[in-house]
């Protein structure tokens, strides 16, 4: 079992920026993959970003590439969602996964922390 903490949402007026931390209890027995992902009100889950964590890989959703980064630190089991110019359609309850390479039906789930951008 990988337990996942979530932390850092808030409420920031458009433009401003905000830092999403997800740490993680162990990572899984193969290798892992964590990733960041967002529902809005009445909305899917939309898939955002994810980072290979031994290798750093990253790849984006085209909403959000340019404008987030995903990063990570190892020593911590932490991952990062750093939000850059961030607009209303971006408020949304945000999650943070992780999963086995090659088990992508199989993912653990954070509790979500919410995210609000007023214009």
């Known amino acids: 079992q990988v337990q996942l903490l979530e932390s850092g949402g808030g409420s920031v007026q458009a433009g401003g920026s905000l830092r999403l931390s997800c740490a993680a209890s162990?990572?899984?027995?193969?290798?892992?993959?964590m990733g960041w992902f967002r529902q809005g009100l009445g909305m899917g889950r939309e898939s955002l970003a994810t980072?290979?964590?031994?290798?750093?890989?990253?790849m984006y959703a085209a909403s959000v590439k340019g404008r987030f980064i995903i990063s990570r630190d190892n020593t911590k089991k932490t991952v990062y969602l750093q939000m850059n110019n961030l607009r209303p359609e971006d408020t949304a309850m945000y999650y943070c996964?992780?999963?086995?390479?090659?088990?992508?039906?199989?993912?653990?789930w954070g509790q979500g922390t919410q995210v609000t951008v007023s214009s």
């Open positions: 980072i290979y964590t031994q290798s750093g890989d990253t």
């Open positions: 996964a992780a999963w086995a390479l090659g088990e992508s039906d199989h993912k653990y």
């Open positions: 162990r990572y899984t027995s193969g290798a892992t993959i």
